[in-house]
Nanobody, 119 residues
Framework: QVQLVESGGGLVQTGGSLRLSCVASGSIFSINAMGWFRQAPGKEREFVGRISWSGGSTYYADSVKGRFTVFRDNAKNTVYLQMNSLKPEDTAVYYC????????????WGQGTQVTVSS
């Protein structure tokens, strides 16, 4: 089992920045990737970005590419989502998630943190 706790959400103006954190605990040695997802009101949850736990390779949704960065600090068991040039359409609850082999799905989820971008 893996437990995830996000923090860092809040209210920011258009063009501003926020950094979200996700601390993992439990069977973290089993994790092979961490991801960030978001869900806006009335919309489906969507993928934002992910990072491999060991090699650090990253992958992003087109909507955030060039503005958001996922990085990790393995010593702190923490993954971050640095969000720059925020837009009102980035407003959502942001979730971090962990993927443990052999599944290809992200099955462990945090409680979410609200990000609101005002225009």
């Amino acid at each position: 089992q893996v437990q995830l706790v996000e923090s860092g959400g809040g209210l920011v103006q258009t063009g501003g920045s926020l950094r979200l954190s996700c601390v993992a605990s439990g069977s973290i040695f089993s994790i092979n990737a961490m991801g960030w997802f978001r869900q806006a009101p009335g919309k489906e949850r969507e993928f934002v970005g992910r990072i491999s736990w060991s090699g650090g390779s990253t992958y992003y949704a087109d909507s955030v590419k060039g503005r958001f960065t996922v990085f990790r600090d393995n010593a702190k068991n923490t993954v971050y989502l640095q969000m720059n040039s925020l837009k009102p359409e980035d407003t959502a609850v942001y979730y971090c998630a962990a993927r443990i082999p052999p599944t290809l799905k992200f099955e462990y989820w945090g409680q979410g943190t609200q990000v609101t971008v005002s225009s």
